[in-house]
């Protein structure tokens, strides 16, 4: 079955970097697109960055453009996301996802925590 595994959340001073990853299995990796959403307290889901099976487009939301960079290891069936100069607002639970004919599939997520 699709799993979707992601590491890497942890508590970062403003300004700071962190890398999440996902770890993937179960499905065809390569053609598949993946997306990086999150949660922040209180607030609804949101899309963050996105990355498609062909040519390694990415997409990101413009709250995040210029910091966060996502990238995608074919050979691992991985995908990462890079976020430099956090801010506080940054804050959430962050989710891998990918759509698989037509079903959504989600990680458990991954805490990242900005503060000072």
């Known amino acids: 079955q699709v799993q979707l595994v992601e590491s890497g959340g942890d508590l970062a001073q403003p300004g700071g970097s962190l890398t999440l990853s996902c770890t993937t299995s179960?499905?065809?990796?390569?053609?598949?697109?993946m997306n990086w959403y999150r949660q922040p307290p209180g607030k609804e889901r949101e899309l963050v960055a996105r990355?498609?099976?062909?040519?390694?487009?990415?997409n990101y939301v413009d709250a995040v453009k210029g910091r966060f960079t996502t990238s995608r290891d074919n050979n691992r069936a991985t995908v990462t996301l890079q976020m430099n100069g956090l801010k506080i607002e940054d804050t959430a639970i962050y989710y891998c996802?990918?759509?698989?004919?037509?079903?959504?599939?989600w990680g458990q997520g991954t805490q990242v925590t900005v503060s000072s």
């Open positions: 996802h990918t759509r698989i004919g037509g079903g959504a599939h």
């Open positions: 990355i498609f099976g062909s040519w390694n487009t990415t």
């Open positions: 179960g499905f065809a990796f390569r053609q598949a697109g």
